[in-house]
């Protein structure tokens, strides 16, 4: 299900890598009701290619300040040198190199005989790119590309996107004359007899080859999103072919970043969605997708799957996996045990996709149940599968166990839950911003 690591894990900015057996992913990480983007530390997860259901965590790979178990890898810290969005490639001598983006700091690479690391510090890069092209060393979003004849290629940017060769032999030098700007083009447009340039890049590069095509996937001036362009050589020009994913749907979104990768014969794309009520707390997110022949990405939705095929109704599904979120609720930890969607107001609704209700068609009827926290309120949770509404189950003041009986459905459906109240008058007006209560999670029972 989506999240697809541990629901109290917040890997964003995902970079999935498939080394031998395992598929491992890379990423910043963000810590529950944080008010910032990302820490001090970079974490590795990874699974078998067999079996995604077993994700394993390497522990901390590297830090860029002192902690409890830890000095920082890196000797020239600061206050705010947080880690943001690295990558991790294979280099031609079969080692592992771990590209660092450090928040007001010059970017590094880092090298670990094993893909989940922990890395060691090899150097900062050595470049003579103008500094206003590479934000002052940060090298921001690094996504590395280490071609199929052994020449390595990073990219990078923030609103306007760079790309230059990187020393195969020692995997930190960009080597001279080979920066190229706006691999992502700028957008030229004339407003009131003067051009002015917009570039369709916001952040996030990520480059892959498939098929011999070189994918860039980005994300563009509408953040939420993740697009993709194409080219038939790493240096590009790239050209747009559309978006992947967008995390803003019917959704709290915020910025995204991700990748795609070929697992067991089926791709997938890794992207992140954010909870709390912020931007920030992102949890990595992922969904199949398909290349067509023609090399297109068809989009594809946000869903609560992550790799299932399917949700299966009859386990207790935790309220936190709700991939549409309207209104003003959302998603929050309480602690390392309990996400609930709290702040749910009348009109608000929460989506899960997809479950599968089997072909009992035997029964007229079957049991809903979910447990919530109360805040004091009356109302009405209308259930749905797809459009149909097939039940309605009343939320009272207190806390524990609500039910009711719901029409028996058949077959995949998305479930969604309408909330509505009786308040009327003055008491509406009371009412209309109060927390109704929170859904923890729920089960239909045949």
Not at 289 to 306: A, F, N, W
Request: proline share 4%.
């Amino acid at each position: 299900m989506n999240p697809y690591l541990p629901r109290n894990e917040y890997i964003p900015d995902g970079e999935p890598r498939v080394f031998g057996d395992r598929v491992y992913v890379y990423g910043s990480h963000d810590k529950a009701g944080s008010d910032s983007f990302c820490d001090f530390v970079l974490k590795c997860w990874s699974a078998p290619v067999s079996d995604l259901t077993k994700w394993v965590c390497h522990g901390d790979i590297f830090h860029t300040k002192d902690d409890r178990d830890h000095i920082s890898d890196i000797h020239w810290n600061g206050e705010n040198t947080q880690l943001f969005a690295p990558d991790v490639v294979q280099g031609k001598d079969g080692k592992y190199y771990l590209f660092a983006y450090i928040v007001n700091a010059k970017g590094c690479v880092a090298v670990s005989d094993r893909p989940e690391g922990p890395f060691k510090l090899v150097s900062k890069y050595k470049y003579t790119i103008p500094d206003e092209v590479c934000c002052n060393g940060w090298f921001i979003d690094p996504g590395v590309l280490v071609d199929d004849d052994g020449r390595t290629y990073i990219y990078c940017g923030f609103e306007r996107s760079f790309l230059a060769e990187v020393n195969s032999d020692n995997m930190y030098e960009i080597l001279d004359n080979t920066c190229i700007e706006d691999f992502i083009p700028i957008e030229k447009t004339e407003k009131g007899g003067f051009t002015e340039e917009e570039s369709l890049f916001f952040e996030a590069a990520s480059p892959r080859k498939i098929n011999g095509t070189y994918y860039m996937i980005y994300s563009p001036k509408c953040g939420s999103r993740l697009a993709y362009a194409t080219s038939d050589s790493p240096t590009g020009p790239f050209t747009y072919r559309g978006y992947i994913v967008d995390n803003g749907v019917d959704y709290h979104g915020g910025n995204n970043h991700g990748s795609v990768a070929c697992i067991n014969g089926q791709w997938y794309i890794f992207y992140h969605r954010m909870t709390n009520g912020t931007i920030m707390s992102r949890r990595g997110c992922v969904e199949r997708i398909e290349i067509l022949p023609d090399g297109t990405i068809p989009p594809v939705e946000m869903t609560s799957l992550g790799f299932a095929e399917s949700l299966n109704p009859y386990d207790i599904t935790p309220a936190d996996i709700a991939c549409v979120l309207k209104g003003k609720a959302f998603i929050t930890e309480k602690n390392v045990f309990e996400r609930v969607v709290t702040n749910i107001h009348d009109g608000d609704v929460m989506g899960y996709k997809y479950f599968d209700f089997g072909n009992d068609y035997s029964s007229k009827t079957m049991e809903f149940s979910a447990r919530i926290n109360g805040m004091g309120c009356d109302c009405h949770m209308h259930i749905f599968a797809d459009d149909e509404e097939i039940g309605v189950c009343d939320i009272g003041h207190g806390s524990g166990i609500v039910k009711t009986v719901v029409k028996n459905v058949t077959g995949r459906h998305a479930v969604y839950f309408k909330i509505s109240t009786d308040y009327s008058g003055w008491t509406a007006d009371f009412f209309k911003d109060r927390n109704l209560f929170e859904l923890i999670e729920f089960i239909f029972e045949k």
